[in-house]
């Protein structure tokens, strides 16, 4: 089966620091555009990072210069390093797997105290 698993989040300081990761299987992960998405409370959920299978990366304007997404393949692991966090960007954080079929990760928590 298909499974994304997403670790890393926790509670930080604004202007601090965590790297997420989102371990896949039953996929063939080099081909898949693996993303990342993140919901607050009461707001809709957004697009915050992708990479395509050809390493091709796009942005949320919000989080240009902050964030960066990376892709393992040997490992079947996308990642996204968030540094510089504000307390805006507290949301719960999702994992998306892209291809003939949308797969979605549980979501890991991240809150930035002011």
């Known amino acids: 089966q298909v499974q994304l698993v997403e670790s890393g989040g926790g509670l930080v300081q604004a202007g601090g620091s965590l790297r997420l990761s989102c371990a896949t299987s039953g996929i063939i992960f080099s081909s898949y555009t693996m993303g990342w998405y993140r919901q607050a409370p009461g707001k809709q959920r957004e697009l915050v990072a992708q990479?395509?299978?050809?390493?091709?990366?796009n942005y949320a304007d919000s989080v240009k210069g902050r964030f960066t997404i990376s892709r393992d393949n040997a490992k079947n692991t996308v990642y996204l390093q968030m540094n510089s966090l504000k307390p805006e960007d507290t949301a719960v954080y999702y994992c998306?797997?892209?291809?003939?079929?949308?797969?979605w990760g549980q979501g890991t928590q991240v809150t930035v105290s002011s």
């Open positions: 990479i395509t299978s050809g390493g091709s990366t």
């Open positions: 998306k797997a892209d291809k003939y079929l949308t797969y």
